[in-house]
């Protein structure tokens, strides 16, 4: 049976995953000058997707990051971090990968806008709520 044919993407949508995956990519960097070292990038699991997993002295980090038009939009875009699904692919990883189980972990974020710094909030929230 031949594949069936992909209709086209939402231009619009294009444009966003695009924009997203550029401030992916910005956010490595970012965190690469901060003596991060980039162990997964788009982590996808059945039970959603971690933008980016990187460690630091020992400290395993789970980092989701909002790329934004505007930088006032900053607590818009943190309430609406789906952290279940964060935690949920985090345990996934951690299942994979059960040397890292017992270091020490916790979520950041990592907020993106056009001309300005990036702005990388430790330990965003708490995994036990």
Known sequence: MPPSPSKPKNPRRLRAETFGRRGEDL?????????????VRR????VGEI???V???????FVEV????????ELDALEHVNRR????AAQ??????????EQPMRFDVIFLAPMSWPRHVKD??????
């Open 27 to 39: 956010a490595a960097w970012y965190l690469r000058g901060k003596l991060y070292r980039i162990l």
């Open 43 to 46: 982590f996808k699991t059945p």
């Open 51 to 53: 933008d980016l997993i």
């Open 55 to 61: 460690s630091r002295f020992g400290v395993t980090v």
């Open 66 to 73: 909002k790329s934004r038009q505007s930088r006032g939009r």
């Open 85 to 88: 699904r964060l935690v949920r």
């Open 92 to 101: 996934y990883y951690i299942a994979r990968n059960p040397r890292i189980a």
């Open 124 to 129: 965003a929230f708490d995994a036990t709520r």
